[in-house]
């Protein structure tokens, strides 16, 4: 199975932050990855697909890159409602595997 | 809107077995190919089956191949999840989720999720 490694696990920022998430797939996935925002208790929420397609009605202010074996997920400028934890998901093969995760915290 | 609510979640004991299920409304159910993916306590996200349109075509992760069975029923707009054998590793939130095809491809991915069954496996 392909590996997804989240950095960091945690990060802690402001609002007003410029916030970058990192995952690294443990071999080559083109560009077949989601990201997903989960708040507690409530369900995963699509936000980014292949790579750095903006999913109907995210706002602007999240933005996803990288091709390959890196990626990142970008929020421009932190807003209260982000705070919550993200998750990387590849796509690649049929046995999709997901990051551990990064836990955005209020500074 | 797009609507998955799950149900069938509870305790059950080791070896023992249960029926999640998933009623879906504001899509083509029977367009979608359909998942289970699972959280443990405090863990992150493990996909555990898809089944294509029109259920002929399932996958599973390893750890639960063998003993967890999708199926789904388009006339009831429903999709199931049965449950065997099962171990205290299989507790877990259950979601179900819409798949999402990428055009031009057969890569997919979730963009829709219900809000979740609670299983525990424990004695």
């Known amino acids: 199975d392909i590996q997804m490694t989240q950095s960091p696990s945690t990060l802690s920022a402001s609002v007003g932050d410029r916030v970058t998430i990192t995952c690294r797939a443990s071999?080559?996935?083109?560009?077949?990855l989601a990201w997903y925002q989960q708040k507690p208790g409530k369900a995963p929420k699509l936000l980014i697909y292949k790579a750095s397609s903006l999913e109907s009605g995210v706002p602007l202010r999240f933005s996803g890159s990288g091709s390959g074996t890196e990626f990142t997920l970008t929020i421009s400028s932190l807003q209260p409602d982000d705070f919550a934890t993200y998750y990387c998901?590849?796509?690649?093969?049929?046995?999709?595997?997901f990051g551990q995760g990064t836990k955005v915290e209020i500074k | 809107e797009v609507q998955l609510v799950e149900s069938g979640g509870g305790l059950v004991q080791p070896g023992g077995s249960l029926r999640l299920s998933c009623a879906a409304s504001?899509?083509?159910?029977?367009?979608?190919?359909m998942s289970w993916v699972r959280q443990a306590p405090g863990k992150g996200l493990e996909w555990v089956a898809n089944v294509n349109q029109g259920g002929s075509g399932k996958y599973y992760v390893g750890s639960v191949n063998g003993r967890f069975t999708i199926s789904r029923d388009n006339a009831m707009n429903s999709l199931y999840l049965q449950m065997n054998s099962l171990r205290a590793e299989d507790t877990a939130v259950y979601y179900c989720?819409?798949?999402?095809?990428?055009?031009?491809?057969?890569?997919?991915?979730?963009?829709?999720w219900g809000q979740g069954a609670l299983v525990t496996v424990s004695s």
């Open positions: 504001g899509l083509t159910f029977s367009s979608y190919w």
């Open positions: 071999q080559s996935i083109s560009s077949w």
């Open positions: 989720a819409r798949v999402r095809i990428d055009s031009g491809s057969d890569h997919n991915y979730f963009d829709s």
């Open positions: 998901q590849q796509y690649n093969t049929y046995s999709r595997t």
